[in-house]
């Protein structure tokens, strides 16, 4: 592990397609939650937004076995097993007969996609640290965000063509093609010396190891936080557009113009982080995300209706460019000082973070019915509470971290 080396632009794309396969499973089906509970038998626009939550709660769930161990059993041959659950996953969901197949087949594709995701953060940890991290997981999570901003095109496209079955398909052989690509290009990262015997304590172990470190502890919350209300877009998205603006056809191109403006900030990212350092920028992101957001509710509360397209779209805009500087900041200063337990530090706080996120995400989402406030009340609230926890933190470090 260094401080400083190179890029190595294929363990970046590698690392990002671990990642990617994530976010292809969320945003490919977005133009396609309304025929698929048609072809379930449920018609309840809140109920189908069970489909994206209930992912991340397994991702969640899954990291709390995977990373663990893959701290003792090396980081590969976890990966492996992760995609063969996806794999049987995938298969229920296109068989489901019903909103609660559909549901579980959901929960099983995140725990089984949380093993190459947590890992892959964890085989960064093992490779970089410090800023140079930070900057290494920008670069992955640029090429992460074009997945959102290509994958509601495929699937529309997809649907257009064949029908939604077809967009687990497409996804099985992706993760198929991935799988390959990581078996034969990625060495195992875990050195010997650091493997942790596998026991009954691992886990206890690993939270008692963490408890040490505040930071972490504090910066998980925090994306928990901005994750939840973040998953509250990603659930209500279709249901905005389509059903508040009734733009069905044009869902998928303004859902991919808001993720490039993620990814540009994203990357920005990973070339400021090097100047400014990650604490610095994470703070102005969420300051900025929070005013953005406060400002709109400011300017809305009072009105019964939306504002037009072109006034919402500005506000989202501005909310997710802020996302793109803090995903990979906070994530990377949560793992900084925790390296050398990175599988079990990794899914703890991955774990922690969706726990918040979750809930978050489902009692937002319930009230996002005529408009999109509640959506920037949730940005609001969760960066408020954010920049509170940054600036204790602060406090508590030195004075010239931020």
């Known amino acids: 592990m260094q401080e400083k080396k190179s890029l190595n632009l294929e363990f970046i794309a590698l690392m990002a397609s671990l990642m990617s396969i994530v976010a292809l499973c969320i ?47 090396g980081r590969k041959p976890i990966v492996y097993y992760g995609f063969i659950i996806f794999f049987i996953a995938s298969i229920i969901c296109v068989c489901a007969p019903s909103l609660e ?32 991290m930070a900057k290494v997981m920008s670069f992955v999570t640029t090429v992460f965000i074009l997945i959102p901003v290509i994958a509601p095109l495929m699937g529309k496209f997809i649907l257009e063509h064949y029908n939604w079955k077809g967009i687990f398909y497409v996804q099985l052989l992706i993760s198929v093609f991935v799988t390959i690509w990581f078996w034969k290009r ?32 504090v910066f998980t919350i925090i994306s928990g936080f901005i994750t939840g209300a973040f998953m509250v877009y990603l659930s209500a998205s279709q249901h905005i557009f389509e059903n508040q603006y009734h733009l069905v056809d044009e869902f998928p191109f303004i859902f991919a113009g808001l993720a490039i403006g993620i990814g540009v900030a994203t990357f920005l990212n990973g070339t400021l982080v090097m100047r400014l350092g990650m604490h610095k920028l994470a703070f102005v992101a969420i300051l900025a995300f929070t005013l953005n957001a406060a400002i709109y509710v400011i300017l809305f509360w009072t009105t019964n209706s939306n504002p037009s397209l072109y006034v919402l779209l500005i506000f989202m805009a501005i909310q997710f460019f802020t996302i793109g500087f803090i995903f990979g900041n906070i994530r990377a200063i949560a793992m900084e000082p925790i390296g050398h337990i990175a599988g079990i530090g990794a899914a703890i706080t991955g774990f922690t973070a969706t726990l918040i996120a979750v809930p978050i995400a489902t009692y937002v989402g319930n009230y996002i019915d005529k408009t999109a406030l509640p959506l920037f009340i949730g940005f609001s609230v969760f960066g408020l509470l954010s920049l509170f926890l940054f600036l204790i933190t602060k406090r508590k470090t030195s004075p010239t971290r931020i």
């Not at 025929?35 to 991340?56: A, D, K, R, Y």
């Not at 195992?188 to 026991?199: C, D, Q, S």
């Not at 691992?202 to 505040?214: A, P, S, T």
């Open 186 to 217: 990625q060495p195992e990262t875990l050195k010997p010396e650091y493997k942790v015997r596998f026991n009954g304590t691992v886990f206890i172990d690993g939270v008692k190891e963490l408890i040490n470190h505040k930071e972490t502890i």
């Open 101 to 132: 197949w559909m549901i579980l087949g959901r929960i099983l594709q995140g725990i089984g996609l949380s093993a190459p995701r947590t890992i892959s953060i964890s085989i960064i940890r093992d490779t970089y640290k410090g800023n140079y």
């Open 27 to 73: 945003d490919a089906i977005l133009p396609a939650i309304s025929q698929i509970g048609l072809s379930i038998h449920n018609v309840s626009g809140s109920s189908n937004q069970l489909l994206v939550t209930m992912i991340f709660l397994g991702l969640g769930i899954g990291q709390l076995f995977f990373g663990p161990l893959s701290d003792s059993f």
